[in-house]
């Protein structure tokens, strides 16, 4: 490839990031305390004024946490939309977003502090997609896309019917409100450690994600396909899935249930490059991000008292999405 | 490049309660540049039998030795929305190993291909808005990137005008002339008349015999169950 073409190629990819940049830049620097860029550069360092390290000890987890749940979900949407050739894959496909709510809804009805209910929305979300794609290993359907997507329907059911079970016997008083509260998503609560800690598991998944880049694209043209072009289909799948899933689960314990990013995201990044995962995937984590950071930001531009995000998600996703839906219709 | 040997080969598939079914064993071996027609009524096994040859069914008996195979599905089965080239490069997949791209080498050997097949032109438009001629082409084009010695081709000539029959056919000859074994399942007989040897399946047996002998008018008839001269679909010559 010559160097302009190649150019051409990684553009998207960069000028979503550098927008990214200057987003964070802007939310960092704006609110109810104006701090110039510059002073929360040398804060950084460790040589700002109090106001500033201040600012960035206030806004700083909150905004990695927008930032990485935003991407992991955009790139395991991504991700989920090519493996399954179905533009309406959204990373709870698998049940995750609903076993994660069981298992924080199951941590908090028992009294466990927020490391464990985070603890245990991970693992319940990757409980719930490993039982998905366990029981999906059982059938022997032709292509196995069917069989996943039926089985992460019921897994995600079972997980449902699990919750709201937790949400009935809830004291009514003090557990049911957390309960409702953490299921409808907030960046808020995020502490440093603790966004840091979920960075790991999404950086983790989506390292895996962009490796996979063209087989991801083998993938979606069918298993038959995949295997006969000499790549192991199957393991490749689940290589993918799972680490989807680990995003997913990942992104659901730092900030709750913040749907529509993992559905809108890619599709806008379709619109800009095309289906190639290669380019699909990091485009679509760069926009996720960018969505999670004008819905927090959002969130809080309305009074003192906070919107959750799960809820801005989706009055400011549903109208977005249909917008990019018929625009990619009418352009096609 | 090695040939193909088949000894005891039963192709079929398992299914409980009496449900599958098992082709007759097979024992052939196919040298490098032969063209083998497979032909026979619907549901007579061909597409059973050239996914067990291209690895994709276990085989229920016997071994098969093969070299590294490619396999086509019929026309109108691959769906893809990125561009041609990109399709077509996939086919030096299994080179990549550790890359998460394709690498300029791939993409110049996609390019060469296309352009030998007379598609260049279609390289940047999304696969899934060509014509299933075009598309068809394109796959074949992909072959030549794939490079694999023994290439499974399932109805190539399904759908396609005389056209693009024509040059699909014109392009399998070429694969089969750079020393590649072709064995493409067709119901266009007269493509069958042209192969180096026509393997007929049916219900009674499986037969591998030079064209002229297996499309003679007694056993079309005991194949097919219709008089004919000729081809029976389209009445073109036979021999």
Redesign the interface.
């Known amino acids: 490839m010559d160097p302009v073409s190649r150019l051409k190629s990684t553009l998207p990819t960069l000028a979503a990031t550098l927008l990214v940049v200057a987003c964070v830049i802007a939310v960092l620097a704006t609110g109810p305390l104006a701090i110039p860029p510059a002073d929360l550069l040398s804060a950084a360092f460790g040589r700002g004024g109090p106001e500033a390290e201040l600012v960035l000890t206030l806004r700083g987890p909150r905004l990695l946490a927008a930032l990485t749940c935003g991407a992991a979900l955009g790139g395991a949407g991504a991700g989920f939309q090519i493996l399954f050739r179905n533009p309406l894959a959204a990373p709870d496909l698998l049940g995750v977003s609903s076993g994660a709510g069981l298992g924080a809804a199951l941590a908090l009805l028992l009294g466990a502090g927020t490391v464990l209910v985070q603890s245990a929305a991970f693992a319940g979300g990757l409980a719930i997609g490993g039982l998905a794609l366990g029981c999906a290993a059982l059938t022997r359907s032709g292509d196995g896309r069917l069989a996943l997507i039926l089985c992460g329907v019921v897994a995600g059911a079972l997980a449902s019917a699990g919750l709201g079970l937790v949400v009935i016997v809830a004291e009514p008083y003090s557990q049911l409100p957390a309960i409702t509260y953490w299921l409808l998503g907030s960046f808020t609560r995020a502490t440093l450690a603790e966004a840091l800690f979920a960075l790991g598991p999404i950086c983790l998944g989506g390292a895996v994600l962009l490796w996979l880049g063209f087989r991801l694209d083998v993938l979606s043209l069918g298993d038959e396909q995949a295997r006969s072009l000499g790549l192991p289909a199957r393991r490749l799948r689940l290589t993918a899935l799972a680490a989807a899933a680990l995003m997913t689960s990942a992104a659901v314990a730092l900030a709750g249930v913040v749907g529509w990013i993992g559905l809108l995201a890619p599709h806008a990044a379709r619109l800009i490059v095309g289906e190639r995962a290669g380019r699909l995937i990091p485009v679509s984590m760069a926009i996720g991000a960018l969505f999670a950071l004008v819905i927090d930001r959002l969130a809080t531009a309305f009074g003192p008292a906070e919107i959750p995000v799960g809820l801005l998600s989706a009055a400011v996703g549903a109208p977005a999405f249909l917008f990019l839906f018929v625009t990619a219709s009418r352009r096609s | 490049m090695s040939g193909l040997l088949l000894e005891g080969l039963v192709a079929g598939r398992t299914a409980r309660g009496g449900k599958g079914f098992r082709l007759p064993p097979l024992d052939q071996r196919v040298a490098p540049g032969e063209v083998v027609a497979v032909i026979g009524p619907n549901g007579a096994g061909k597409t059973t039998l050239l ?1 067990t040859l ?3 069914l276990p085989p229920l008996a016997g071994s098969i030795e093969r070299p ?4 086509l ?1 019929p026309p109108g089965a ?6 041609v080239l ?1 399709l077509t490069a ?2 030096r ?2 080179l ?1 190993r550790w ?4 690498a ?1 080498a791939d ?1 110049a050997a996609a390019r060469a291909a296309l352009d030998r097949l007379d598609v260049g032109h279609l390289a940047d438009r ?1 696969f899934d808005r060509l014509s299933s001629g075009q598309q068809q082409l394109v796959l074949i084009a992909r072959l030549f990137v ?1 490079d694999a010695p023994l290439c499974l081709l399932d109805e190539p000539l399904a759908l396609l005008d005389p056209a693009h029959a024509r040059a699909v056919e014109a392009a399998i000859r070429i694969l089969a002339g750079e020393g590649r074994i072709v064995i493409a399942s067709t119901h266009h007989l007269p493509f069958a008349a042209r192969a180096d040897r026509v393997l007929a399946l049916g219900p009674d047996g499986a037969e591998m015999d030079a064209p002229g002998r297996a499309l003679a008018p007694d056993r079309i008839r005991a194949l097919f169950g219709v008089e004919a001269d000729g081809c029976p679909c389209c009445g073109g010559p036979l021999s």
Not at chain 2, 78 to 83: D, I, P, Y
Not at chain 2, 99 to 102: D, N
């Open positions: 996914k291209a690895g994709l590294r195979a490619a396999w599905p691959v769906a893809a929305g990125f561009s990109h996939l086919g997949s299994h990549r890359s998460s791209g394709l300029p993409l999304p794939q």
